[in-house]
């Protein structure tokens, strides 16, 4: 790992900022000429397929931990999603109670006994091109899989923030970013966490249905503030690479062609 940053770092240095530039180059460090030819047709691909937008193509080829680099180029067809569930493991009987989903379209609620199935939420994931969630590569996805086992969700690019903040050396939970980049919440949702979502889940099995409504609520602003965070990741994300330093430098930047 600490190799291919040195070595995208030697780029950089050589003026290799785009794929552009990596075509037009004859001799690209010590790339032999037939790998360089290898290398120019896949490139070739990559930009086709970032061009018409084929997600599919870079969740297959792209490391996952290097997804967060897709962040710009895919943001209209982002979804940020967050699941509250009933509080027990799969394995102990536990189940999905929401799943939250936001966009840039807005914000969709899939609620247990209401419009949660299998084949409603695949639809809705089917919509996007790119995930957004926070923990969601040990949480939310494993769980959503136990529960509908048929579920596909891994061919699209995910952007994992948990990960990405301990990457960048943030530690701490979601409304423990809230708090430090900021990002406030509505007064009647500060300070309800994921106790008070299995909480309110229970009343509503009682009949409030003002308690469904909050957790929807509560679901709602954690999916929105993924993709504040998101956003304040990436950015942190490109500057701790050291790409900014050589684009500030040269004459443009091309978030699209970048190496």
């Not at 780029?11 to 120019?40: M, S």
């Not at 199935?117 to 136990?146: S, V």
Request: net charge negative.
């Amino acid at each position: 790992m600490e190799l291919e940053k040195k070595r995208e770092r030697r780029l950089w240095r050589q003026g290799v900022l785009t794929w552009e530039d990596f075509f037009n180059c004859v001799e690209v460090l010590d790339i032999e000429w037939e790998k360089k030819k290898n290398y120019d047709e896949f490139l070739r691909r990559a930009y086709d397929a970032l061009l018409c937008k084929d997600c599919y193509f870079f969740a297959r080829n792209l490391k996952k931990r290097e997804h967060w680099r897709l962040f710009e180029e895919f943001i209209s067809e982002a979804v940020c999603l967050d699941i509250e569930t009933s509080g027990l493991t799969p394995e102990k009987g536990g189940y999905v109670t929401v799943v939250g989903l936001y966009s840039v379209n807005g914000y969709k609620a899939l609620v247990k006994g209401e419009n949660l199935t299998e084949e409603t939420l695949q639809e809705a994931i089917n919509e996007h091109k790119f995930l957004i969630t926070f923990y969601g590569t040990i949480f939310d996805i494993p769980f959503l899989k136990k529960e509908f086992p048929n579920l596909k969700i891994e061919h699209i690019p995910h952007f994992d923030l948990f990960f990405a903040g301990k990457r960048l050396g943030i530690q701490g939970g979601l409304k423990k970013l809230e708090t430090m980049f900021l990002i406030e919440r509505e007064d009647e949702l500060k300070g309800l966490n994921g106790y008070d979502a299995v909480r309110l889940w229970k009343a509503y099995l009682n009949g409030s249905i003002d308690s469904l409504e909050r957790l929807i609520s509560y679901n709602k602003a954690d999916t929105e503030n993924l993709f504040h965070i998101g956003k304040i990741f990436y950015d942190m994300l490109r500057t701790q690479v050291g790409i900014e330093e050589f684009i500030n430098n040269g004459k443009y930047r091309s978030s699209q062609k970048v190496s």
